[in-house]
C-alpha cells in the first residue's frame, strides 16, 4: 500500500506536463518511489523541448475536491481494488478514477470480463444481437465490458445494465459522452462502474480513444467486435487484446457491407466465431480462461532493457524520424521493436533535445538535428 504522500506526489507526476505511463514507470524505476521522481522532475526535464511543468498542489486539491462532489476516487496500481488484469499491461495506468460502487467494483475483478465493441453506425440486427448477446453473457456472470460511445457501445451496455457494466472513459470522468447517454451513465454510475486513466473535466480528444481502447482490451479476458468497419477503431482494441494475450472474438457480417469488413477480417485472421452468447461461453469453460490464468507475479513494465539494446533502437528511431511529425504508432509499426522499448527510447531522446513530441502523440525529429547522419548520437 502507497502512503498518502507517495500518492500525492505520483498524481503530481501522471498529471504533469505530457507525462504518460511510458515516461512515469521509466521514473518510478529510476527513482524507486514517487516522492524522489517529483522532486526530480525540474533537473530531468531542464534541457528538454518543453520543459515540464508540474502538477500544483492547488491543483491537486481541486481535483479531489471535485471528485468528492461527485462520489468518485482515485484508485492506483497498488491499490486491492486495481484491475488485476492491467496490471499485466506494458504501459498499465499508474492511477485511475472510479465512479460507482466500490463493493461491486471489487467482484467484477474477480470475474471473467469480456469487453464488447464495434460500428457507432451500427446496424438494427446488429444491435439487437449484441443486446441479446450481453444480456446472457451477463446473467450467465459474465461482467461486460466498452466504451459508451453510440451503437455497439451502447447496446452492450444496456444489455448488461441490471447485473452491472463496466463504462470506460475517452475524457475525464464527469464528461458524458454522448450526451444522449446521460441517462446510460447515471444508471451505470448505480449499478455497475465508470472508470477512465484521465483527469477530471479532461474534454474528449480524438488521441484519447486509442488510450482507452488499451484499457479496454486490458480490463478483459477477451474482447468481440460486432460490426467493424475496414479502418474501425473496434480494430485497435483488437490489436491490443492481442498484444496482451486476450482472446479475440468476431461476430461474421454480410461480405458487401462495409461495416462487416474489419470483423470478417478478423475471422480470416484466426478470431474466434460468435454466433450465439454459448460460443463465448464455450471457449471460456473449455478453455479455462479466467482471470488469475492471465495475472503475473510482476508487470512487463519492471523488465530492464540494456544500455546496448536502447542505444540500437534510439538510433533507429533517429534514422527513421525527419522533420514531418509522424504518430509513435506508426513509428512503431515502421521499425518493428517491442513498443515498450521504443518509448523508453523516445523519453531519452526528448531529454536530450534529439526529438520533439507533438499534440496527438506525434514525434519528429527536434530543431537542430534535422541532419542526423546516423553516424552519431
Given at each position: 500500500m502507497l502512503s498518502q504522500k507517495e500518492k500525492l506526489a505520483r498524481l503530481k507526476i501522471v498529471r504533469s506536463g505530457s507525462i504518460g505511463p511510458s515516461i512515469f514507470w521509466n521514473l518510478i524505476n529510476s527513482y524507486g518511489d514517487g516522492e524522489k521522481a517529483l522532486q526530480a522532475l525540474p533537473i530531468i526535464f531542464k534541457s528538454a523541448s518543453k520543459p515540464v511543468e508540474v502538477y500544483s498542489d492547488q491543483k491537486v486539491e481541486q481535483e479531489l475536491e471535485n471528485l468528492k462532489k461527485i462520489g468518485a476516487r482515485l484508485v492506483f496500481f497498488e491499490d486491492e481494488l486495481y484491475p488485476p488484469?492491467?496490471?499485466?499491461?506494458?504501459?498499465?495506468?499508474?492511477?485511475?478514477?472510479?465512479?460507482?460502487?466500490?463493493?461491486?467494483?471489487?467482484?467484477?475483478?474477480?470475474?471473467?470480463?469480456?469487453?464488447v465493441?464495434?460500428?457507432?453506425?451500427?446496424?438494427?440486427?446488429?444491435?439487437?444481437?449484441?443486446?441479446?448477446?450481453?444480456?446472457?453473457?451477463s446473467d450467465e456472470g459474465v461482467i461486460i465490458a466498452s466504451g459508451m460511445a453510440r451503437g455497439i457501445d451502447t447496446c452492450a451496455h444496456m444489455g448488461s445494465?441490471?447485473?452491472?457494466?463496466?463504462?470506460?472513459?475517452?475524457?475525464?470522468?464527469?464528461?458524458i459522452y454522448p450526451q444522449e447517454n446521460t441517462k446510460l451513465y447515471e444508471e451505470i454510475a448505480a449499478t455497475g462502474c465508470i472508470l477512465t486513466e484521465m483527469p477530471y473535466n479532461t474534454a474528449m480528444q480524438p488521441q484519447l480513444f486509442p488510450r482507452r481502447?488499451?484499457?479496454?482490451?486490458g480490463v478483459s479476458v477477451g474482447t468481440v467486435v460486432i460490426e467493424a468497419a475496414e479502418q474501425s477503431g473496434s480494430l485497435i482494441t483488437a490489436r491490443f487484446a492481442l498484444e496482451y494475450g486476450?482472446?479475440?472474438?468476431?461476430?461474421?457480417?454480410?461480405p458487401l457491407d462495409p461495416r462487416s469488413i474489419g470483423c470478417n477480417n478478423l475471422l480470416k485472421d484466426g478470431a474466434i466465431l460468435?454466433?450465439?452468447?454459448?460460443?463465448?461461453?464455450?471457449?471460456?469453460?473449455?478453455?479455462?480462461?479466467?482471470?488469475?490464468?492471465?495475472?503475473?507475479?510482476?508487470?512487463?513494465?519492471?523488465?530492464?532493457?540494456?544500455?546496448?539494446d536502447l542505444k540500437k533502437t534510439q538510433k533507429k528511431i533517429l534514422e527513421s524520424l525527419n522533420t514531418v511529425p509522424i504518430t509513435v504508432d506508426e513509428l512503431i509499426s515502421s521499425i518493428q521493436i517491442h513498443p515498450q522499448e521504443v518509448l523508453t527510447a523516445l523519453m531519452e531522446l526528448e531529454l536530450a533535445n534529439k526529438i520533439s513530441r507533438l499534440?496527438?502523440?506525434?514525434?519528429?525529429?527536434?530543431p537542430g538535428f534535422e541532419n542526423y547522419d546516423g553516424k552519431s548520437f
Open positions: 488484469l492491467l496490471r499485466t499491461l506494458p504501459d498499465p495506468p499508474p492511477l485511475l478514477t472510479f465512479l460507482g460502487s466500490l463493493e461491486k467494483m471489487g467482484k467484477f475483478f474477480q470475474k471473467n470480463i469480456i469487453s465493441v464495434g460500428s457507432r453506425n451500427a446496424s438494427l440486427h446488429a444491435k439487437r444481437f449484441c443486446m441479446s448477446l450481453c444480456e446472457k453473457l445494465l441490471k447485473n452491472g457494466t463496466i463504462a470506460v472513459l475517452a475524457g475525464g470522468i464527469n464528461i481502447n488499451r484499457i479496454i482490451a486476450r482472446d479475440v472474438f468476431a461476430v461474421p457480417g454480410f460468435v454466433q450465439s452468447p454459448q460460443d463465448i461461453l464455450n471457449y471460456i469453460e473449455n478453455r479455462k480462461v479466467i482471470q488469475q490464468s492471465l495475472l503475473e507475479e510482476r508487470p512487463k513494465f519492471a523488465a530492464k532493457i540494456s544500455d546496448h499534440h496527438g502523440q506525434q514525434v519528429c525529429l527536434a
